[in-house]
């Protein structure tokens, strides 16, 4: 079935170290990718995003890897900061449709 | 761009009664979605809109729920009794693409309904 599994739930890091969180999606027909932020009691707002013609996409301390024959993404935070504390969120298109599976979310908190 | 406005931003009702979310999707968009966010579920797909037409609405919960889109700038999602199991937070998304979803989805404020 439609599944996007992400991990992991929670992650803490020092401020300064990365981080990093990993997704992986069923589907092989899945060609986009995005990867949303989420402050508490505010709405997700896209951070990077990739499509399956490209392995790696990078903006500043962000970039998010895809490996397509393990069906599997990650996005990778560097030199973290107390702001990049929120919820993070991948997805993934399914079957040439327009739904998007989002996956269940981790919690990133840097500490300073 | 003012992005995708939603109202009300909190919604407070007693169980039994109607409840209606409205959303103003961004100018030129022309797919829509209703999501529902809760802590157990996350991020769920209720209903999308492809120029203003239904296309799939599997993700409706029930028949209590129903949502329109009379033109490409306003859409509503009604919820007809409440049920305190409806409690969650609806977002409204908007986004410029056809069946296949590579576009970014831009997302509303969200409206926070407690039904009690």
């Known amino acids: 079935g439609e599944n996007v599994e992400q991990h992991p739930s929670t992650l803490s890091v020092q401020e300064g170290d990365s981080a990093v969180i990993k997704c992986t999606y069923s589907?092989?027909?899945?060609?986009?990718f995005p990867w949303y932020k989420q402050e508490l009691g505010k709405r997700p707002q896209l951070i990077i995003d990739?499509?399956?013609?490209?392995g790696e996409k990078k903006d500043q301390r962000i970039a998010v890897t895809l490996n397509k024959t393990a069906k599997h993404f990650s996005l990778h935070i560097t030199e973290t900061q107390p702001e990049d504390s929120a919820v993070y969120f991948c997805?993934?298109?399914?079957?040439?449709?327009?739904?998007?599976?989002f996956g269940s979310g981790t919690r990133l908190l840097v500490r300073p | 761009d003012a992005g995708v406005i939603q109202s009300p931003r909190h919604e407070v009702t007693e169980m039994g009664q109607e409840v209606t979310l409205r959303c103003k999707p961004i100018?030129?968009?022309?797919?829509l979605f209703w999501y529902r966010q809760t802590m157990m579920r996350g991020l769920e797909l209720l209903i999308y809109?492809?120029?203003?037409?239904?296309?799939?609405d599997s993700g409706m919960p029930e028949d209590r729920f129903s949502a329109k889109m009379p033109n490409a700038s306003f859409s509503t999602l009604k919820i007809q009794p409440s049920e305190p199991r409806d409690s969650a937070v609806y977002f409204c998304?908007?986004?410029?693409?056809?069946?296949?979803?590579?576009?970014?989805?831009?997302f509303g404020n969200g409206t926070r309904l407690t039904v009690t």
């Open positions: 809109f492809n120029n203003n037409v239904p296309i799939d």
């Open positions: 998304a908007s986004s410029f693409g056809g069946q296949v979803a590579n576009s970014p989805l831009h």
């Open positions: 997805a993934a298109s399914m079957r040439s449709s327009y739904k998007l599976i």
């Open positions: 990739i499509r399956s013609n490209v």
């Open positions: 589907d092989s027909a899945s060609n986009y």
């Open positions: 100018s030129g968009h022309n797919s």
